[in-house]
């Protein structure tokens, strides 16, 4: 199993270009999730899923859209590429079982984003 | 709204010296709490979490409800333990569905 994967690793946009970041995983998890990684800051949320179909809003969720058409894929989309979006992101899934839950989390690699 | 506080931005320490990172939160609730940690070049991963009360590489770290508290404590520091530590908070109750609240986040250099 490849877990979670992202593409791309790095990019550099100019501001008010657009892009998708692209997170995929291969074990069949329910929920998967953005964060964005800032110094100082931590990692902030910025929407999840707990289903194909079904996606919410996290704490910093301006200026990104998602969507999850399928269980394996959930694709992060910048609509106009700003310097404050300059950041690590994280895409992770998780899961849970019938009685119990797991809250373990599996990230991908990151991708490191500068918006000039 | 639920926080958490990670004090120590950078924490320096002799291997073979016991070894503290600080977390401490916010939140009216019965909190579930972890440790999550990423070391040079690898993911983030789990560390622990407080309620299975386990010990993953030396490392412990008990909640403490009266002190809003969760500190990450190793007796004996070694190199390989130089990272960045996450602590993070699951305010749901139950499954989080991925939705955690993150510290800031602690770099810990063990030198030789």
């Known amino acids: 199993n490849a877990g979670v994967t992202q593409t791309p690793k790095f990019q550099v946009l100019k501001t008010g270009q657009s892009m998708t970041l692209q997170c995929a995983q291969d074990?069949?998890?329910?929920?998967m999730s953005w964060y964005r990684q800032d110094p100082g800051m931590g990692l902030r949320l910025i929407h999840y899923?707990?289903?194909?179909?079904?996606?919410d809003q996290g704490e910093v969720p301006n200026g990104y859209n998602v969507s999850r058409s399928t269980t394996e894929d959930f694709p992060l989309r910048l609509l106009s590429a700003a310097p404050s979006q300059t950041s690590v992101y994280f895409c992770?899934?998780?899961?849970?079982?019938?009685?119990?839950?797991?809250?373990?989390?599996?990230f991908g690699s990151g991708t490191q984003l500068s918006v000039l | 709204a639920q926080r958490v506080t990670q004090p120590e931005k950078l924490l320096s320490v002799f291997k073979g010296a016991p070894v503290e990172l600080k977390c401490n939160y916010s939140?009216?609730?019965?909190?579930?709490l972890f440790w999550y940690v990423q070391y040079s070049r690898q993911r983030l991963q789990l560390l622990l979490r407080h309620i299975s009360r386990e010990s993953i590489k030396g490392f412990t770290a008990d909640l403490n409800k009266g002190e809003t508290s969760f500190h990450l404590k190793k007796p004996f520091a070694q190199e390989e333990d130089s990272a960045m530590y996450y602590c993070?908070?699951?305010?749901?109750?139950?499954?989080?569905?991925?939705?955690?609240?993150f510290g800031q986040g602690t770099i810990l250099t063990v030198h030789p």
């Open positions: 074990m069949n998890h329910e929920y």
């Open positions: 993070a908070l699951n305010d749901a109750g139950g499954t989080s569905y991925g939705k955690l609240t």
């Open positions: 899923s707990v289903g194909a179909g079904i996606t």
């Open positions: 992770a899934s998780s899961y849970s079982s019938p009685g119990q839950y797991i809250e373990k989390l599996f």
């Open positions: 939140y009216s609730g019965s909190p579930e």
